[in-house]
Each structure stands twice: as C-alpha cells, then as structure tokens.
T-cell receptor
Framework: GAVVSQHPSRVICKSGTSVKIECRSLDFQATTMFWYRQFPKKSLMLMATSNEGSKATYEQGVEKDKFLINHASLTLSTLTVTSAHPEDSSFYIC???????????????FGPGTRLTVL | DQQVKQNSPSLSVQEGRISILNCDYTNSMFDYFLWYKKYPAEGPTFLISISSIKDKNEDGRFTVFLNKSAKHLSLHIVPSQPGDSAVYFCAASATSGTYKYIFGTGTRLKVLA
C-alpha cells in the first residue's frame, strides 16, 4: 500500500512553454500533498504544500504564479511550471500524506520524481 | 538558512562494518525526525523515524539515535551491505504545524565489498 505515482517521469520542453506534472496517490486518499525540487547533488527543497480543495501554501522564495498547484481531488495534485526557462530544469518530486495511518506521525509517501529539462 | 544539516557529504564503509550518518538541526520546534534513502532519479524511500519523546528507535539493521539537547540525530546501519549504497537524507518536522518535512543536505554512503 501507500503508492504514489508521478507522470511524466521525464519531460523535455522548449523555453517559454508550460509543463504539467501529475502526482497521484494510488491506494489511499491524500488530504495533503507536497511538492519538492531537487537540484543535482543537493537537498530536497520543499516548494509548496497542497491541500485538497484549498489554495496551496508556498514556501518563501517560490513564485506561486510560476509554479501553479492544483489539488482538485483526494488522489491527484498537479504542478504546472508556467513559461518554463532553463533554470527551471530540475528533478521534481511529490509526496502524499495518508491521514488514516494513525496519530500525527504519518510518513510522507514519495513519488518517483519527474525530470524536467527546459531547452 | 539550512535548518537541517548533514555535515558529511560522503562516507565510505567496508561491508559488514557499521555506518554512522549524522544530522544536526537548529529549530527547537522540530519533534519528529525521519531518515530516507534515495537513489538517483528516484523518489526517497522511508527507512526509520523517531519522535522526540524517544532517544532511540531500532528496526532491523537500522537504529536512529536522538540527542535533543545537542539537536543531533544519527542513523546507524549494522552490518552495512553493498545494497545500502545510496544517498541518505534526514528530515525533520514540527507537530504543531503543517506536517511538512525539512530535509537535510544528504550524505552519500558507499559500502565497499
């Protein structure tokens, strides 16, 4: 159980285009999902917290107009990188929280990540 | 401001010996800590966690120790196996909040056969 998928796994796009990345919890309902970004040989940087049915909460320094997050259902959150530029190239990872796993201390279940390359 | 730090970017250990990975944090509000293992181009895999009400948690070959006064935690892997070679991240969370995790900078472990 507790499987999280991401689609696509890799995407290459031209500068100026928008790219949508999907994050799905396959066998549980996730009231909260998180989006992270990882640069090569660096840590996972939390970008935003996505709550089902409400606006995402962005971390300091993350442009909300550039990284649009939608959490329209309990099993799906999407991250859209708008007007992508080469500096947006990175590894994007989502995670989902299963609130039924007892107590506050629920591990986040991570997706496999999406490699975005902007040419 | 890096609230969670792993000061050793890499570590090499002989197979069968103990691997000790360290993590320091600065925010005293953190009260739940986790260790994840990660391979390149994959999502992190949960290994073990510890609440601040404990100072030790053990799961098979993995043991996490927490020293709250020093704001320090460590992951012990014994015996180390070549399959343990990966990047290890510690993460911290504050229960009075949004469930979000703050990750450390990572330590690349290489277990030599």
């Amino acid at each position: 159980g507790a499987v999280v998928s991401q689609h696509p796994s890799r995407v290459i796009c031209k500068s100026g285009t928008s790219v949508k990345i999907e994050c799905r919890s396959l066998d549980f309902q996730a009231t909260t999902m998180f989006w992270y970004r990882q640069f090569p040989k660096k840590s996972l940087m939390l970008m935003a917290t996505s709550n089902e049915g409400s606006k995402a909460t962005y971390e300091q320094g993350v442009e909300k107009d550039k990284f649009l997050i939608n959490h329209a259902s309990l099993t799906l959150s999407t991250l859209t990188v708008t007007s992508a530029h080469p500096e947006d190239s990175s590894f994007y990872i989502c995670s989902a929280r299963d609130p039924t796993r007892g107590g506050f201390y629920n591990e986040q279940f991570f997706g496999p990540g999406t490699r975005l390359t902007v040419l | 401001d890096q609230q969670v730090k792993q000061n050793s970017p890499s570590l090499s250990v002989q197979e069968g010996r103990i691997s000790i990975l360290n993590c320091d944090y600065t925010n005293s509000m953190f009260d739940y800590f986790l260790w994840y293992k990660k391979y390149p181009a994959e999502g992190p895999t949960f290994l073990i966690s510890i609440s601040s009400i404990k100072d030790k948690n053990e799961d098979g070959r993995f043991t996490v120790f927490l020293n709250k006064s020093a704001k320090h935690l460590s992951l012990h892997i014994v015996p180390s196996q070549p399959g343990d070679s990966a990047v290890y991240f510690c993460a911290a969370s504050a229960t009075s909040g949004t469930y979000k995790y703050i990750f450390g900078t990572g330590t690349r472990l290489k277990v030599l056969a």
